[in-house]
C-alpha cells in the first residue's frame, strides 16, 4: 500500500512537471518614439493586460515582454506625455508605439518673506545691552595677558652699546668660548652667546639694580 502510494506520488510530479513545461510562453516587442520630433523614449513605464506584469523600455525606447497569457493590450505611461492604450492584435513583433507630449501647468504659489531670525537676534541683544554691560554690573572677572616681545640685532658682540655693558670677564669668556669652538662654528656661536650675555646683563641692570 505505501509502495502504491509513493509510486503515485512520483507519477503526479512527473505529469505536472510535463505539463507545466508545455506552458506556452507569449512574446511581444517594439519600440516606443516621440509623436512629433520621432526620437526614441528610454525608460517607458508598460503594463501587460491591466495585470502587475510588465516592463519598461531600454535607452534606445525598444522592449520586449513576455507573458503567461496572450497579450492583448499595452498600458504605456511616462512623465510628460499622455498615458496611452495600446491594442494588440495579430502582431506582436516589432511594434512601433508613439506617445504624445503634453503640457502640464502648476497653479500659481506666492512666495512671501518671513522674519529673519538675525533681526530677532540683533533686536534683544540692543534690548538688553544696559541689562548685560559689565561696566555697570556690581562684580565681574576676567583674564588679562600680558606680552612683551625684546629684539635685539643678530651681531650684537660687533655693537658698541653692548660691548660696554660687558665687564672684562664676560668678554674673557666670550674669547676662551671662540677659542674652544670648531672653525666652522666659531662665527656663528660667537654671535648668539655673546648676544645671550649681553641681554642677560642689560635685564639684571633693570630688573635687579
Known amino acids: 500500500m505505501i509502495r502504491a502510494t509513493r509510486n503515485f506520488y512520483v507519477l ?3 505529469l505536472a512537471s510535463l505539463v ?4 506556452e510562453i507569449y512574446y511581444v516587442s517594439g519600440k516606443v518614439t516621440d509623436s512629433k520630433t520621432k526620437e526614441p523614449l528610454a525608460f517607458v513605464n508598460i503594463v501587460i493586460n491591466n495585470s502587475q506584469y510588465g516592463g519598461t523600455t531600454d535607452i534606445d525606447g525598444k522592449f520586449r515582454l513576455r507573458s503567461s497569457k496572450p497579450v492583448q493590450k499595452l498600458q504605456l505611461s ?6 496611452v492604450s495600446y491594442p494588440v492584435g495579430n502582431k506582436t513583433e516589432n511594434l512601433s508605439i508613439q506617445l504624445t507630449r503634453t503640457q502640464i501647468e502648476l497653479s500659481e504659489v506666492d512666495i512671501l518673506p ?22 555697570k554690573l556690581s562684580s565681574f572677572s576676567y583674564t588679562s595677558y600680558d606680552k ?13 652699546e ?8 664676560d668678554r674673557q669668556q666670550i674669547l676662551t668660548l671662540a677659542a674652544n669652538t670648531p672653525d666652522t662654528l666659531k662665527k656663528d656661536s660667537v654671535k648668539f652667546d655673546s648676544m645671550d650675555i649681553a641681554i642677560k646683563k642689560i635685564l639684571n641692570r633693570q630688573y635687579c639694580s
Open 148 to 160: 612683551t616681545i625684546f629684539t635685539a640685532e643678530s651681531d650684537t658682540s660687533l655693537n658698541k
Open 114 to 135: 518671513g522674519i529673519n531670525p538675525a533681526h530677532r537676534i540683533i533686536r534683544n541683544a540692543i534690548e538688553h545691552r544696559d541689562q548685560n554691560d559689565p561696566e
Open 78 to 83: 511616462y512623465v510628460g506625455y499622455l498615458p
Open 20 to 23: 507545466g513545461s508545455g506552458q
Open 12 to 14: 503526479y510530479l512527473i
Open 162 to 169: 653692548f660691548r660696554d655693558t660687558l665687564t672684562m670677564n
